[in-house]
């Protein structure tokens, strides 16, 4: 069998800048397994400019983004193999994959990074009832269609979900060619970024309707038509609002899952609320060794904060590989959330590990505005921020340091809240 | 111009039975199909379950039929190579008022010759399915109950026709008859016609337009809608056995299945409709099924669902299966009103209409006729070293296309390249499952599409979804601007 | 006096921008909470530009790619965007392509020049 120290899983910017980080932290036994014809992710998709503000501080496009990354890797001389599936890891980290090139091997690591990233929710989890005729389509196939393959999946076209990705396909089909007669968004505001809405709706008069989501689709071979309405407080349909639209393609943009196949299989615990593995300050899943970054953990709004995650979670893996990081915990403070975020990455936390700073991460479960985001330890307020605006579609971030924590030696318990005031 | 011994308009899963065990005779023999594919109606969304047998009406032709063919799927299923499974089944009653009828569904059992039908107490139904309902008080235990793959049971059926000698013509529409001497002349929507000594009318819920056609004692069917939820295989082991309500006058009721491939699948409703085609689900035909699914199975995980489906029952006014010749139409073999448990029956409905046939015709046996057929090849039931061993030999069992599933392009070449093979996105989903999981296509639909054109010689551009105009893309980016 | 209505997209907060205009001169500027505000809609009912990201034909890729995606290597006028798509929709563009090679200079007439944002071998 063969070994490696830190065997990351998936190519994409969270696997690329978690490879990239490890052996900056000094290790140089390291395999990124990536199941596509090439490194990048989802990235090389993504063709419209506006990632790497934070990183970078310039625009980039996707594959210029990844392509940075991608550098680095190859600067390093980091091992990857392309082309090779996953199939299954143990808990005792060996890693089973499949290619055309070597069959199926097995590797032995001493520490995994998770990084295989997200995938779209489909009609079928939406239940949304009519006909299953061709011309549905997620955004994101659409996508790669489009613009990876040249080919245009359809001409008239109603996209369900303002999600970003549905968004940034409303200008792509219009530049293509197609006429996107409208959005429709179930929630009562946009999950996607509000440049957006500007530039890929307003740009070409496509109208956004907010409460708003498919009753029915029509066409037995290919989709016909799509019936809208609007929608009651309880995302309930209601009767008499339907809109009638004529077109042969749904595009849905309706939600990330992390993909977390490997992970069930080989017992890390999910959360059921981000659909990640729950993680503790180090990344760490509930298997020793095991770490989890980027879309896989949850699902991330800017692909700068997803380098950032996994960089540190590339850096943890070297230090659990060369034995610095012990899988002996001293203590696991739950960070409590009191109502406001929906959630935080990580869930958990030990002062001891702590270094200079931890970022924790989260997502709040409604659009709230003029409030205060509070960190406590102890019931002391350490932290207070205020915050204009908060939406579920953006992610907020805390920065807990150390002078904080070195403040509370016996540390029982850590919250953050949204408050007003 | 080829005279056909048999005809056999559609190629669901009674048609390629019928065709399947015709082809242990010498003879020719068409089947005629509209859709582009086999398994394409009814055969393609029902609950996937082979019935014990306890529920058809002692005398009738489905208890007949149900109870024979229920006996005869363990031994086809390892013969044809099709995923099947007895995993038992439970009928679940809910009070003491229940009690006399699910008796008497036993009784009913034993008379049609179930066997090892029980009665059992509450403690042993929760025993046997921990997240049966609490108000369950007892249930009729049925341990020759099945699962099955219809996709892969219709496939093999068609492929082992085929490989002894019988024809398919895919995308050609019956439109009328004309009566022979001896026979039938079938009218084809294409123009030429076909010159047969029998027809099988096994078209489904059409079976009654093209009975009517060469008989005057009428039938009528409904097709009755029944609208299903699958549910991600993460949710395998939510039940063991396939849980059934007592059953009311719209059929048997809301179930809730294992599938052969380890997802959950809930349904059906019971929705009479008139459209032939109206596989379209709705939104309360959808809210009655989980409403319903609740009553007998609690926390039914729903968020799990990855996909919902339509499929329509041939309802014959009578509730009973219509097999055989019309008195005023000889030579014309129905296999009419196939609903539930028509997939059970299948294989007894194919052996006796065979048999008939070639009694009618006096056809001769051939000798070589060969019953076996080799399945899909799945590599994730191989062992590390068979794997490697066929990588090696066939690289594309290398490459996984389909992630959800682990469907590799050596899989997707195979459904294409068989003799009856895929054409289109879902005629590879229903052989080898590219597409058929928790992405439902996202990721693997622009591979797959990729891997037909290559292999069919057509451009992407014409890739259907499932044939006809169902074309997923429709140009190239920039085309018209 | 014209009057537009902007959505800002400076930040999440989105505001509700009100831009009164003479001719082409801004009058006034309302509805914004902060500076940033102010100087977005300026610039967007005056002088709306927009970088056009798209994807173009290659032939002869040693990876099998069939595109290559690019940009424009600057902003162009909003009113021309449908112009560059225009003119780069018969492009082919010969293997390899690199990040930042120029694949049509002075694309449509606006003077800019687009640009690779891959690399197809």
Request: charged share 25%; proline share 4%.
């Amino acid at each position: 069998m063969e070994t490696y120290n830190v065997v990351i899983i998936g190519g994409g910017p969270a696997g690329l800048a978690a490879a990239v980080s490890a052996y900056d932290a000094g290790e140089h036994s390291i395999l990124v397994l990536e199941r596509d014809t090439q490194l990048g992710g989802i990235l090389n998709q993504c063709i419209h400019n506006g990632f790497g503000l934070h990183t970078f501080q310039e625009e980039l496009t996707g594959p210029e983004y990844a392509q940075r990354f991608i550098d680095r890797l190859i600067e390093r001389k980091i091992e990857y193999r392309l082309n090779t599936m996953v199939l299954d890891i143990t808990r005792e980290k060996v890693v089973t994959a499949c290619s055309r090139a070597d069959g199926v091997t097995r590797i032995q690591a001493k520490a995994i990074v998770l990084a295989m990233g997200c995938r779209e929710r489909s009609r079928g989890s939406l239940n949304i009832p009519g006909f299953r005729p061709a011309g549905v389509f997620s955004a994101g196939t659409a996508q790669r269609l489009v613009n990876m393959e040249g080919y245009l999946p359809g001409r008239r076209v109603v996209i369900l979900g303002s999600g970003d990705i549905g968004l940034i396909m409303a200008r792509r089909m219009t530049l293509e060619g197609a006429k996107v007669l409208v959005c429709a968004e179930i929630m009562p505001y946009s999950g996607g970024l509000k440049r957006n809405i500007v530039q890929c709706l307003d740009d070409f008069g496509i109208p956004l309707k907010l409460s708003h989501t498919v009753v029915d689709i029509e066409g037995k071979d290919r989709v016909t038509g799509v019936t809208i309405a609007r929608v009651d407080s309880h995302m309930k349909p209601i009767p008499g609002t339907e809109e009638h639209y004529d077109c042969d393609t749904l595009l849905l943009s309706v939600g990330l899952l992390p993909e977390n196949e490997l992970s069930r299989g080989m017992g890390v615990e999910l959360s059921p609320v981000h659909k990640g593995p729950v993680v503790n300050e180090s990344l760490m899943t509930n298997i020793p060794g095991v770490f989890a970054a980027g879309n896989v953990l949850h699902v991330h709004d800017l692909v700068d904060y997803v380098s950032e995650e996994a960089e540190t979670a590339g850096r943890q893996a070297a230090a659990y590989a060369a034995g610095s990081l012990t899988d002996e915990t001293g203590r696991e403070i739950p960070i409590e959330t009191g109502g406001g975020p929906r959630y935080t990455v990580p869930e958990t936390l030990d002062p001891a590990r702590i270094g200079d700073q931890l970022t924790i991460r989260f997502r709040v479960g409604s659009v709230m505005k003029d409030r205060r985001v509070n960190v406590y330890l102890d019931g002391d307020r350490v932290l207070s921020r205020p915050r204009r605006v908060m939406a579920p579609g953006e992610m907020e971030e805390v920065l807990l340091t150390r002078k904080m924590l070195d403040g509370h030696p016996d540390l029982k318990s850590i919250a953050i809240k949204v408050e007003e005031g | 111009m080829r005279i056909y011994d048999a005809v056999i308009i559609g190629a669901g899963i009674t048609g390629c039975a019928v065709a399947r065990y015709l082809s242990r005779y010498q003879g020719n023999f068409l089947v005629l199909e509209r859709e582009e594919d086999v398994c394409c109606g009814t055969s393609k969304a029902n609950s996937a379950i082979i019935h014990a047998g306890h529920d058809a009406k002692h005398g009738s032709l489905m208890a007949k039929y149900n109870v024979e063919g229920s006996e005869m799927y363990p031994d086809l299923a390892e013969e044809l190579d099709f995923p099947f499974r007895q995993n038992g089944s439970l009928v679940l009653a809910f009070s003491k008022e229940d009690l006399p009828r699910l008796k008497a569904l036993y009784e009913n059992g034993v008379k049609n010759g179930v066997k090892g039908l029980e009665i059992i107490d509450a403690k042993r139904t929760r025993e046997l399915e921990l997240n049966a309902s609490d108000q369950a008080v007892c249930a009729l235990y049925a341990p020759t109950g099945g699962i099955v793959c219809p996709f892969e049971a219709t496939i093999a059926l068609a492929e082992n026709a085929c490989a002894n000698g019988v024809e398919f013509r895919f995308n050609t529409e019956v439109t009328g008859f004309r009566k022979l001497e001896a026979g039938w002349e079938v009218l084809t929507a294409a123009g030429k016609a076909i010159e047969t000594k029998a027809v099988v009318n096994a078209a489904g819920v059409y079976a009654d337009i093209f009975h009517n056609l060469v008989s005057e004692k009428k039938i009528h069917i409904t097709p009755r809608r029944g609208d299903y939820c699958l549910l991600d295989k993460t949710t395998g082991d939510f039940v063991s056995h396939t849980i059934f309500q007592l059953p009311g006058k719209e059929g048997k009721g809301v179930l809730v299945t294992p599938t052969v491939h380890g997802n959950t699948l809930v349904g059906p409703t019971a929705i009479d409709i008139e459209d032939k085609e109206g596989t379209n689900t709705t939104a309360a035909g959808l809210d009655q099924l989980l409403q319903k699914a609740g009553a007998a199975v609690k926390n039914i995980p729903i968020r799990e669902v990855i996909t919902s489906f339509a499929g329509l029952r041939a309802h014959e006014d009578g509730h009973e299966f219509i097999i055989g010749e019309p008195d005023d139409a000889p030579r014309f073999f129905d296999c009419a009103g196939i609903e539930s448990p028509g997939l059970t029956s299948a294989p007894a409905i194919g052996l006796d209409v065979a048999d008939r046939i070639a009694r009618t015709l006096d056809l001769p046996e051939d000798p070589s006729f060969v019953g076996k057929r080799k399945g899909f090849l799945n590599p994730n039931k191989l062992s590390i070293k068979e794997r490697n061993d066929l990588i090696k030999k066939e690289p594309s069992y290398g490459l996984v296309i389909c992630r959800c599933e682990t469907i590799t392009e050596g899989q997707i070449i195979d459904a294409i390249r068989r003799p009856i093979g895929a054409k289109s996105l879902d005629g590879v989903k229903r052989r080898v499952r590219a597409g058929m999981g928790r992405c439902q296509g996202g990721f693997c639909s622009p591979k797959v599409m990729e891997i037909l054109s290559r292999e069919l010689g057509v451009p992407m551009e014409e890739i259907t979804k499932s044939g006809g105009k169902s074309q997923v893309i429709v140009g190239r980016a920039k085309d018209r601007i | 006096m014209e009057t537009r209505n902007l959505t800002c997209i400076r930040c999440p907060l989105g505001c509700q921008i009100e831009v009164k205009m003479e001719g082409k001169e801004v009058v006034s500027v309302t509805g914004n909470t902060c500076r940033r505000g102010d100087i977005y809609a300026r610039k967007e009912v005056t002088n709306p530009t927009r970088i056009v990201t798209s994807s173009v034909r290659v032939s002869g890729s040693r990876t099998g790619a069939v595109m290559v995606s690019c940009k424009t290597a600057a902003d162009i006028p909003k009113a021309r965007v449908m112009d560059v798509v225009k003119d780069i929709k018969d492009l082919v563009i010969p293997c390899p392509v690199a990040i930042g090679d120029v694949l049509k200079q002075d694309v449509a007439g606006t003077g800019v020049d687009l640009v690779a944002t891959r690399n197809v071998e």
